[in-house]
């Protein structure tokens, strides 16, 4: 089901409005890009910008997008029913979460990651004076709430909006140049930092790039979902680190090689240690994009 977005409607009826009074044409304070919903499924609906006399967006970039958003969905359930399954039912921990937990937290046995832990010990059996101890189970549960919460919102309903960066000449209600747009940006959510947002507003929709997107496949696909819905829903960062090679301080995303020195506390609200997480562990291998091998698992995983 397509119809014309709430917001163009309110728009239009303003202007015809003022129109029939006689009126100048009121300024758009908020001038936006995309005009038009979609319901894909009853979980998920798009907004786009309708383009006379094409088909747009095109089958293949819609069922990659329901693809993907599904594919999320399901992605950060099943990783928070496995980080359960150890941090609150005592399971031993399975070889995907052990080897996912080193490649995006860094979390290796006996590694007390520079002091943050006091215990590191895998599968340790229960003890009440571990209560409130920075241990292996502490940095699971605290994975764990994360992805419960991503669950709670990817699963209630997901609204994501069309980047069309070539076409859009209007982004959060200021003016941008088509022409000085990347055309492979992938995604973004709009002041998704304490920082860089203003007081008193919320955190924008993610952005996704559906023209860039639609060959990619659905966990990729949901890798990037879910990074931003780091962004929107937990406050995620893409915590930078001081990169040695020029003397300057890069987001710590996978596929760089300063991933690896990423701490541990900011791992646990880094967008992409929690995205290639769920991934992972929804596929039952580790996944990531590395600077030895970016694809296929950024586009292909
Ligand atoms: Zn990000």
Redesign the pocket.
């Given at each position: 089901m397509s119809f014309k977005k709430p917001t163009t409607l309110l728009r239009q009826a303003n202007v015809a409005l003022h129109k029939k009074l006689g009126l100048d044409e009121p300024v758009d304070k908020r001038p936006r890009h995309t005009d038009r919903m979609t319901i894909l499924s009853p979980g998920v609906t798009i907004a786009y910008h309708k383009r006379k006399g094409e088909d747009y967006p095109t089958a293949q970039m819609k069922n990659a997008c329901l693809a993907g958003a599904r594919r999320a969905q399901a992605a950060v359930a099943k990783a928070a029913n496995v980080l359960a399954g150890v941090s609150m039912l005592r399971q031993k921990e399975s070889d995907i979460l052990t080897r996912t937990l080193a490649a995006h937290f860094n979390l290796v046995e006996g590694d007390l990651a520079n002091g943050t832990l006091s215990d590191n010990t895998k599968d340790k059996s229960f003890a009440l004076s571990d209560m409130g101890k920075h241990d292996r189970r502490w940095v699971i549960e605290k994975i764990r709430k994360q992805m419960l919460h991503l669950s709670f919102h990817l699963n209630t309903g997901m609204y994501l909006i069309d980047i069309d960066p070539t076409n859009r000449k209007t982004a959060g209600g200021a003016v941008v140049d088509p022409t000085q747009a990347d055309p492979n940006e992938e995604a973004y959510v709009i002041g998704?930092t304490s920082l860089k947002r203003g007081c008193g507003y919320r955190n924008g929709e993610i952005h996704i790039n559906f023209d860039e997107l639609k060959t990619y496949s659905p966990n990729s696909y949901a890798r990037v979902i879910i990074?931003?819905a780091?962004?929107k829903y937990l406050e995620a960062d893409?915590h930078e680190v001081f990169d040695a090679t020029d003397n300057d301080n890069h987001?710590a995303y996978a596929h760089q090689g300063i991933y690896a020195s990423l701490p541990l506390l900011q791992r646990l609200t880094n967008?992409?240690c929690i995205a290639w997480t769920a991934i992972s562990l929804y596929a039952g291998a580790v996944k990531m994009a590395t600077p030895a091998a970016y694809h296929p698992d950024w586009e292909n995983s």
């Open positions: 998704h990074h931003e780091c962004h893409d987001p967008a992409d």
